[in-house]
């Protein structure tokens, strides 16, 4: 584990410790966190304590095979049960439904766009994703992705990606794919969104639980890190990540299960679409539910209810069973 520190802008009575991943977008997610902070309690050090995950060590394997629990969080929560950080940053989609004990879901920062994007090698600046050609190779590390896209595009040819936004980039760059798929959010985060070519639309591809957002992790019973956190939280973004959340929870999916979503927040009503896809793509359940705000988590049970009846549990068997195998 490696220490950064920041630089308080006046004395600091105490230190809060915050931990992160070391990928560059992590840095970037957890240094914004460190400075909103910073702003509002000027009064404390916060300090940036950096480790590797195993989603992080582990690159020659697709996700889908490596599990799905914990791989970029693991570390991370050992170190907070064990004190060592007092509160982790995390991209949203990464985290659990199910957290270990002792830890909660302290914060959900306000949302960047959630959608996915579409990034082209150079000599298909002039398609989108409906004109590139027959066989055109598409990258994803996302089964999500994959099952949607080969449910509308089942003429294109699909290669798993691994590696940070950088990496990807340069194996697209370097004639690997003619196109690949990633998170509109990460590369704004970067100040590469000029390498968006096309946002995708959600009838397309339904985005993956708690994109585009920061969950912030900490101890449970911890109020006074809790009250810190507060300052952070975006409650139209929580309202809408809540039922995400509970869809996904409800049906127990993660990493390997091709499980996507959308929510519309108007006023005090949230509208929550959501997808279970078959790996090929041939099947897709799809529905949506309306409700009030304040039964984001019960929208979101409601939702994967009506799937599982729908067929989707089916679907999930399938794909258990396949894992298993």
């Not at 982790?88 to 959900?108: E, F």
């Not at 100040?191 to 993956?208: Q, T, Y």
């Not at 927040?265 to 929550?272: A, R, S």
Request: proline share 3%.
């Amino acid at each position: 584990m490696t220490s950064t520190a920041s630089t308080p802008t006046a004395t600091p009575t105490r230190t809060i410790r915050i931990g992160s991943r070391k990928s560059q977008l992590a840095l970037v997610q957890t240094y914004w966190v460190r400075d909103e902070l910073q702003k509002h309690f000027p009064d404390i050090h916060f300090e940036v304590m950096t480790m590797d995950t195993q989603g992080d060590k582990v690159l020659d394997v697709s996700l889908s095979k490596i599990g799905d629990k914990g791989l970029f969080t693991q570390e991370l929560e050992n170190s907070m049960l064990n004190g060592e950080v007092d509160f982790a940053v995390h991209s949203l989609k990464d985290l659990p439904t199910r957290l270990p004990a002792g830890l909660m879901l302290g914060c959900i920062t306000e949302r960047e766009d959630p959608a996915d994007a579409l990034v082209v090698h150079a000599k298909h600046q002039d398609k989108t994703l409906a004109t590139l050609p027959k066989g055109a190779v598409i990258g994803t590390s996302s089964l999500r992705r994959l099952a949607q896209l080969r449910h509308h595009y089942p003429h294109f040819t699909f290669k798993d990606i691994r590696g940070n936004l950088n990496t990807r980039l340069r194996k697209l760059d370097d004639g690997e794919y003619d196109a690949i798929i990633l998170a509109v959010a990460g590369l704004q985060r970067l100040g590469m969104g000029d390498r968006v070519h096309e946002v995708l639309p959600a009838s397309v591809s339904l985005h993956a639980v708690g994109q585009g957002a920061l969950g912030i992790e900490c101890r449970e019973g911890d109020d006074d890190i809790l009250s810190i956190l507060k300052v952070l939280e975006h409650a139209p973004t929580a309202y809408r990540c809540l039922a995400e959340r509970a869809f996904l929870r409800e049906l127990e999916g993660g990493c390997q299960v091709p499980i996507g979503v959308n929510t519309v927040l108007e006023g005090e009503t949230l509208t929550l679409t959501g997808i279970v896809a078959s790996l090929d793509g041939q099947a897709l359940i799809k529905n949506q539910v309306s409700g009030a705000t304040q039964d984001a988590e019960t929208l979101g049970n409601t939702l994967a209810q009506q799937l599982r009846a729908e067929g989707a549990q089916a679907i999930l068997d399938e794909i258990n069973a396949t894992h298993r195998s």
